[in-house]
């Protein structure tokens, strides 16, 4: 399940923390590409989250073990990798970064990045698998616009084999299957010794903390726009006003 489109109308553009985010990983992973092999892993080594570097066995406690909490944020194991985060953060990110202000959601992303990281080492502690991108941040991005705005609709492609299908499922809807899909797994994974692939802890502390956080972060002296329950994803006129009437919801 893949989120495609949203109906939430954006007050202030252009999203600059989210532009911001997605150049500065963009960067990063140039940067990346072009290493030799041998550079390249001592990069990630030093600048990806290594649990077992802050809890395990490999522990030094160095101001350096801890700056990979947000550094690994930005980057990332290939172009699917980053593009699919970069697509996910584009969908959510704007109507949030228009609630909270361009500084306030560059720090919140931040703070869900370091939480995700801080629940994957935590889960993981004797792991030596550089853990890197954007998706425990991006979960927490994910928890705090399923709480700003529930009613939202959605568009999520779910493919059937090869075949890519289109649904419309409401925010608070999508993020409750999404959380589900991670703690399922997450759950499964305690206690087993293959610490690679998902790092499924990082996008539940991720979306947990953004969840918690939105409500604390939000700026209460803007108002927006109403909003409506029955809003579909092609609800809206060009100019931003919505079709038909309806009752608001905001």
Not at 47 to 73: E, H, K, M, Y
Not at 196 to 204: E, T
Request: charged share 10%.
């Amino acid at each position: 399940m893949f989120p495609w489109a949203d109906t939430v109308a954006r007050r202030y553009p252009p999203p600059v923390a989210v532009w911001s985010v997605v150049g500065i990983s963009l960067l990063a992973f140039l940067y990346q590409s072009g290493l030799p092999p041998r550079a390249l892993n001592r990069f990630l080594f030093d600048f990806a989250l290594v649990p077992s570097r802050v809890f395990g066995q490999l522990r030094l406690i160095a101001p350096s073990d801890w700056t990979p909490f947000l550094t690994n944020i930005f980057l990332h194991a290939g172009w699917l990798h980053l593009i699919l985060n970069m697509w996910t953060l584009w969908i959510f990110g704007p109507a949030v970064e228009d609630r909270l202000g361009p500084v306030r959601f560059a720090l919140f992303y931040l703070f869900c990045g370091v939480a995700a990281g801080l629940a994957h080492a935590l889960a993981n502690p004797d792991s030596v698998v550089p853990a890197l991108g954007a998706s425990g941040a991006i979960a927490g991005v994910i928890g705090c616009y399923a709480r700003m705005f529930p009613a939202a609709r959605l568009v999520v492609i779910v493919p059937i084999l090869v075949i890519p299908l289109f649904f419309e499922i409401s925010a608070l809807g999508f993020a409750m299957i999404w959380f589900v899909m991670q703690l399922i797994p997450g759950l499964m994974s305690l206690g087993d010794t293959a610490t690679g692939g998902v790092a499924w802890w990082a996008h539940i502390g991720g979306f947990v903390s953004g969840w918690l956080a939105s409500p604390i972060l939000r700026r209460p002296a803007v108002t927006y726009r109403n909003y409506y329950r029955d809003e579909g994803i092609y609800g809206f006129l060009p100019d931003g006003r919505r079709k038909g009437k309806g009752n608001p919801w905001i």
